[in-house]
């Protein structure tokens, strides 16, 4: 048996690069870029009290996520990070429409980033894929076109894509063509959806080809929802410490956590953002182990179960399972 949390080969699936950036990362990279920074913008205060609000942290951190430089050394942060927490394999997720702003181009960016993917991976041994936001409030023609350029790149580490930023304004239904345009390119779909209590958008993300969901817990009371995510083979990419600071839930037993494992309902835990939300991997799971919501047994389970839902080839995925069985 396991003697703690940190001894738990672990798998993370929703993790923002932005928002993951360790706060010393951020402060260098500005001193360098001779960027002023508000730094009590780079995490989220106590007093908020939405998910506008909560994502309002991520324009101070993207003022100096605008070189490639700082993209580079910013996965290779993110990485070392989750290296702390055991994880064996991560999902890193990142909207290339938001490092733009300093001329940058697609093939930079992306190029960019595979090479702190590939130093990451070097130095930490640790498998990493990326998965590619397109942003809810953007125009469609960015969005396809952005999807256009990841068909034509063919990445090795690009495994997935998703929509992120405010999802009440842009529920699915808005969003649906350029979701169905991505979808038929063959691109595996995960989606934010259900983080602002609305049951319906996680239904319909499902319906649009959602393999995962990001957050999903307007559904955690719901037993007929809950059924249907089982039945459909979806999984929970959940994050409690940023739902509480997003009011997303108002306690952690909102989460439902303990009906959720009897029923084998699928879903992991996740930081979210490890910087804004002041959080790693390890101490979401300490939370819920200290409110009694899980045992150290269940959170070995839950990421055993959770690398079946990883958007890996079937031999990649034999392998990772191996490591996390070990
Ligand atoms: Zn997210």
């Known amino acids: 048996m396991k003697k703690c949390v940190q001894d738990i080969s672990k798998v993370e699936l929703h993790c923002h690069l932005d928002g993951s950036v360790s706060s010393g990362l951020i402060k260098q ?26 994502l309002q942290c991520f324009d101070e951190i993207l003022k100096v996520l605008q070189t490639t430089d ?6 290779v942060d993110v990485v070392n990070q989750a290296d702390h927490d055991n994880v064996k394999y991560i999902e890193i997720r990142f909207a290339p429409m938001l490092h733009m702003e300093k001329g940058l181009g697609l093939p930079e960016i992306f190029e960019a980033v595979e090479a702190g993917v590939e130093t990451a991976v070097a130095s930490t041994g640790i498998k990493v894929n990326l998965l590619v936001c397109a942003m809810r409030q953007q125009d469609a023609t960015v969005n396809t076109a952005l999807f256009d350029y990841l068909q034509q790149r063919n990445s090795q580490f690009v495994c997935g894509i998703d929509f992120a930023g405010p999802e009440v304004p842009f529920p699915p239904n808005t969003i649906e063509t350029q979701i169905e345009y991505g979808v038929n390119k063959g691109f595996n779909l995960t989606l934010h959806a259900g983080e602002c209590g ?3 958008n996680v239904m319909e993300s499902i319906r649009l080809g959602a393999k995962r969901i990001g957050h999903g817990v307007a559904i955690n009371q719901d037993e007929v929802a809950l059924q249907e995510v089982k039945a459909q083979n979806i999984l929970l990419e959940m994050c409690p410490k940023s739902n509480i600071q997003t009011k997303a839930i108002q306690d952690l037993s909102d989460l439902n956590l303990p009906y959720l494992l009897q029923e084998e309902i699928p879903f992991l835990i996740n930081t979210d953002n490890r910087t804004v939300t002041q959080t790693s991997l390890n101490e979401e799971y300490q939370l819920l182990l200290e409110h009694h919501l899980i045992t150290l047994d269940q959170i070995e389970t839950i990421n055993q179960n959770a690398i079946n839902f990883a958007f890996l080839p079937e031999n990649e995925r034999q392998h990772i399972k191996s490591k996390l069985m070990s």
Do not use: F, G, T
């Open 29 to 54: 990279l500005a001193a360098e870029q001779q960027i002023p920074l508000i730094e009590d913008n780079l995490i989220v205060s106590e007093a908020c009290e939405s998910l506008d609000e909560y």
């Open 70 to 75: 700082s993209l580079k050394r910013a996965v």
């Open 198 to 200: 609305c049951m319906h």
